[in-house]
Antibody
Framework: ELQLVESGGDLIQPGGSLRLSCAAS????????MGWVRQAPGKGLEWVAN????????YYLDSVKGRFTVSRDNDKNFVYLQMNSLRAEDTAVYYC??????????WGQGTLVTVSS | DIQMTQSPSSLSASVGDRVTITCRAS??????LNWYLQKPGKAPKLLIY???TLQSGVPSRFSGGGSGTDFTLTISSLQPEDFGTYYC?????????FGQGTKVEFK
């Protein structure tokens, strides 16, 4: 059974750093692009970043460029989101998602990041 | 960035009703239009991709249509399990963007 399980969400002060992890299982991980999508409290969905199957290509939302880094470990079946210089507006549930055919085919349950002093 | 606009923002309907949600893109997105359903406190679930292809396991009462910049999601006979918020999303170009959502509630 396909599973995506995020972890690492926490309450963090503005300017701080956090690394989110997403453990993938039930499918051949290195065959798929992976992405991160976030949802601020009471708001809609916002794509954040994605990474190619072999990690060679990465794309970012403009507002996180230079602060967030997406990476993956195809041996351990993990995808990560390193978040630096966090701002209040980064507060959200962060979902890990497996890409399908130009879509987000499968989603994890999400992990909450709260940026507040 | 391509802006996605859904209408209505919310609707109330009864079991058995036919429901249609509209999504408009700020520029042509070819066939790269997807629909998701999110229930409260849960992750979104892919319903339809590339305008009209049903994701595996999605009931046939759901259908998608449209082209270019204007798209629709139709539920032919609304069921109790269909409540939640529906989002359209384009994957024509980065950044992939979502509509603001349409909340479907029951009368």
């Amino acid at each position: 059974e396909l599973q995506l399980v995020e972890s690492g969400g926490d309450l963090i002060q503005p300017g701080g750093s956090l690394r989110l992890s997403c453990a993938a299982s039930g499918f051949f991980f290195s065959d798929y692009w992976m992405g991160w999508v976030r949802q601020a409290p009471g708001k809609g969905l916002e794509w954040v970043a994605n990474i190619k199957k072999d990690g060679s290509t990465r794309y970012y939302l403009d507002s996180v460029k230079g602060r967030f880094t997406v990476s993956r470990d195809n041996d351990k079946n993990f995808v990560y989101l390193q978040m630096n210089s966090l701002r209040a507006e980064d507060t959200a549930v962060y979902y890990c998602a497996r890409h399908g055919n130009y879509n987000f085919e499968s989603w994890g349950q999400g992990t909450l990041v709260t940026v507040s002093s | 960035d391509i802006q996605m606009t859904q209408s209505p923002s919310s609707l109330s309907a009864s079991v058995g009703d036919r429901v249609t949600i509209t999504c408009r893109a700020s520029q042509s997105i070819s066939r790269y239009l997807n629909w998701y359903l999110q229930k409260p406190g849960k992750a979104p679930k892919l319903l339809i991709y590339t305008i009209s292809t049903l994701q595996s396991g999605v009931p046939s009462r759901f259908s998608g249509g449209g082209s270019g910049t204007d798209f629709t999601l139709t539920i032919s006979s609304l069921q109790p399990e269909d409540f939640g918020t529906y989002y359209c999303q384009q994957s024509q170009s980065n950044p992939w963007t979502f509509g603001q959502g349409t909340k479907v509630e029951f009368k």
